[in-house]
T-cell receptor, first 110, second 111 residues
């Protein structure tokens, strides 16, 4: 079967660091994606991991462990504009389709 | 650079009425195209995807259909809307097996 789990909601303070976890179970794996979605808007692409390790892109980093079926998105120096939902998605290698989690709603407080 | 357009941005339709949502992509050729629906508080559900003109794969049996009359045009349709069709409809494109890029979406309310 296919299953992607992420926390429903998280809160953090402006300037802090927050880690959003994602665990997955898929019949085949060919990459993990993170998207950011502000309320009422479309998701925007943040990062892509296909090999184990950390990918850094400015204030955002994404980590993948394929053996553990685990990824996290790390947001540093949080800003108010980072308040959004963060979607974890896995590409199933058998179908080549993206399977999305339900998203983690992050609220950043001053 | 590539751009993806969707219209309309919002739509309010009565139950039983028809639906036509359009998506077009600029700046790329032979993209993979996708239709997703996002219901309130739920994840993205893949409805249809297309790897070429006239090639449509359906993911979920329902009263919706999709067509791809041109390389960079993807249309989502229904003959008779249901209340359960309400949601945020997103079109996306990708180049083969790379990341997907989403259009601005259409918020559909069926009354």
């Amino acid at each position: 079967g296919q299953n992607i789990d992420q926390p429903t909601e998280m809160t953090a303070t402006e300037g802090a660091i927050v880690q959003i976890n994602c665990t997955y179970q898929t019949s085949g794996f060919n990459g993990l994606f993170w998207y950011q979605q502000h309320a009422g808007e479309a998701p925007t692409f943040l990062s892509y991991n296909v090999l184990d390790g950390l990918e850094e892109k400015g204030r955002f980093s994404s980590f993948l462990s394929r053996s553990k079926g685990y990824s996290y998105l790390l947001l540093k120096e949080l800003q108010m504009k980072d308040s959004a939902s963060y979607l974890c998605a896995v590409r199933d290698s058998n179908t080549d389709k993206l399977i999305f989690g339900t998203g983690t709603r992050l609220q950043v407080f001053p | 650079s590539q751009t993806i357009h969707q219209w309309p941005a919002t739509l309010v339709q009565p139950v039983g009425s028809p639906l036509s949502l359009e998506c077009t992509v600029e700046g790329t050729s032979n993209p993979n195209l996708y239709w997703y629906r996002q219901a309130a508080g739920r994840g993205l559900q893949l409805l249809f995807y297309s790897v070429g003109i006239g090639q449509i794969s359906s993911e979920v049996p329902q009263n919706l259909s999709a067509s791809r009359p041109q390389d960079r045009q993807f249309i989502l349709s229904s003959k008779k809307l249901l209340l359960s069709d309400s949601g945020f409809y997103l079109c996306a494109w990708s180049a083969e097996s790379y990341e997907q890029y989403f259009g601005p979406g259409t918020r559909l309310t069926v009354t």
